[in-house]
């Protein structure tokens, strides 16, 4: 399928940014959470949760003027004034990728955790629902179990999901969850951003995986997504741990398509 991938890139950075937008100012100052762009690199540091390196990252290394400009170079320089753990993200297919992978090679960084993306058209007739499972979608005041769920799927501190419990109130986000036997026990948001829907955030716990609750949420997402007037879905699923691979099963059963990759670049001895 044919699709513009610098728009897709710009709205899964913009995606990216939105989570930190939504923290609240009294976790920003607890966790000492500070964002900074560099050109077209954005990086992200969590200080006080200096092992949790999905908080602590540099995205969009690959993109025009990053290497070639020094952005990169800046990004991550700000990035070792703090004892944190983090990853440098490498889209494939994008600019500067090898230039970005070169870089980070020569300074003794590492692969780490890929993810696979996934794109399709908002087109065709509207996916059906799942039977058995619930989806909803959540206000503001209703994110704190969806929060929960991603900590608990991800493997990572409570404290890392309090940005999420902002997000329904931002321009352009949505977020939900899915229930079974009226329970919550999956989650995902979506951004809509110039009519492009950014998928992100998925996680279900694990008593209640292999019920459809993700496929449930994806059709929920792409049925909003078409009646917002989106021209383009864009997502991704982690290929490790293996019980969480399945997502990408998910989104190929939905008619999407493998765009590429992120890889997560680390150096040496990083716990993260």
């Excluded at 728009?7 to 990216?16: D, I, T």
């Excluded at 590492?110 to 007739?125: A, D, I, K, N, Q």
């Excluded at 229930?179 to 998925?202: F, K, S, T, W």
């Amino acid at each position: 399928m044919g699709y513009d991938a610098g728009a897709l890139a710009v709205a899964e950075l913009r995606f990216r940014e939105g989570i930190w937008d939504a923290a609240p100012s009294d976790a920003i100052e607890e966790l000492e959470i500070r964002k900074r762009w560099f050109g077209p690199v954005f990086a992200t540091i969590c200080a006080g949760l200096p092992e949790a390196s999905v908080m602590n990252a540099v995205q969009g290394a690959a993109e025009p003027g990053a290497v070639a400009e020094g952005h990169l170079a800046r990004a991550v320089e700000w990035m070792r004034t703090r004892e944190v753990d983090y990853l440098v993200q490498v889209v494939s297919e994008r600019p500067q990728s090898v230039a970005a992978e070169a870089w980070l090679r020569e300074r003794g960084y590492e692969r780490g955790p890929t993810m696979r993306r996934y794109v399709r058209p908002v087109s065709g007739p509207r996916a059906g629902a799942v039977p058995a499972v619930e989806v909803r979608e959540l206000t503001a005041a209703e994110t704190e179990g969806m929060s929960l769920i991603f900590a608990e799927a991800v493997g990572i501190s409570d404290l890392a999901t309090v940005p999420l419990l902002g997000l329904p109130a931002l321009e352009g986000w949505h977020c939900y969850a899915a229930y079974l036997d009226g329970y919550e026990v999956a989650c995902g948001a979506m951004l809509i951003d110039g009519g492009i829907a950014v998928l992100g955030l998925d996680a279900t716990t694990p008593r209640a995986r292999h019920h459809g609750c993700h496929l449930a949420l994806i059709r929920r997402r792409l049925a909003d997504a078409a009646a917002a007037g989106c021209r383009t879905v864009l997502a991704e699923s982690c290929e490790a741990p293996a019980d969480r691979a399945g997502a990408g099963r998910n989104f190929q059963r939905s008619d999407f398509r493998e765009a590429g990759r992120s890889v997560g670049w680390r150096r040496p001895g990083l716990r993260g």
